[in-house]
């Protein structure tokens, strides 16, 4: 699979350099990539970059969450573990980007902010979609500087009165296993691709 990996990674890197990362032939790209890695099929994609952090944030008039650790602590004395804050324009970006690359596998505890986030932002989504469906429609149409997608408006208002049916908990996360480890360069995670591949099985296919 490391292979399929380094041939995928290599199509994408070329299809950036050729097109740029806004076009629509390297989000095809994005989508065959994943598609092949998985061994599913795609509908529809959306594709965004860090620019549109807080674009996202706004769309639901910021984001209260609980915060689950102390690493961004000593930068904003607010984000204290434990402390419920409303996350805007001036904090957003670092509550989900930040993480101190000095020390080894801190993007965990990142994976944790982005979690207690998503799962606050979906509940607010769901209101938003109930209340406002068109103007929030519109909204997203304004972030076309930073956003792609092959939804149609039709396509996007089935999605809405499917999330209103959606239960979404820290529950609902899935993360594949596999085994951590402090590279000369970056922190490396080696996926157990048994274990992967079962949950690809899991979670997209119906025994018949």
């Known amino acids: 699979m490391d292979e399929l990996y380094q041939a995928i990674e290599e199509k994408i890197k070329a299809a950036a350099k050729k097109n740029g990362f806004h076009d629509i032939i390297l989000c095809e790209d994005l ?3 994943v598609e ?8 529809e994609y959306a594709v965004t ?11 639901v008039g910021g984001v209260t969450v609980t915060v ?14 434990g402390a419920v804050v409303t ?19 801190s993007n965990e505890g990142r994976i944790e902010r982005q979690q207690a986030y998503v799962t606050a932002y979906v509940d607010l989504l769901k209101n938003r ?5 068109d103007q929030l429609w519109q909204e997203i149409g304004q972030m076309n500087d930073y956003l792609q997608t092959s939804i149609t408006k039709n396509k996007y208002l089935s999605l809405a009165r499917l999330l209103e049916k959606v239960s979404f908990t820290d529950a609902d ?5 596999g085994k951590d480890s402090a590279g000369e360069l970056h922190d490396e995670f080696y996926v157990d691709e048994d274990a992967l591949r079962q949950l690809v099985i899991d979670l997209f296919y119906e025994e018949v």
């Open 49 to 59: 970059n860090q620019s549109s952090i807080t674009s996202i944030n706004d769309l």
């Open 36 to 43: 092949k890695l998985l061994g599913i099929s795609i509908d």
């Open 31 to 33: 989508k065959e990539a």
């Open 129 to 133: 979609l109930a209340s406002e469906p």
């Open 173 to 177: 996360y899935y993360r594949p296993t």
């Open 87 to 105: 996350l805007d324009d001036s904090n957003v970006k670092d509550f989900l980007q930040h993480r101190d690359t000095a020390a080894d596998f």
């Open 68 to 81: 689950p650790n102390d690493d961004l602590a000593a930068m904003y004395p607010e984000l204290k573990k």
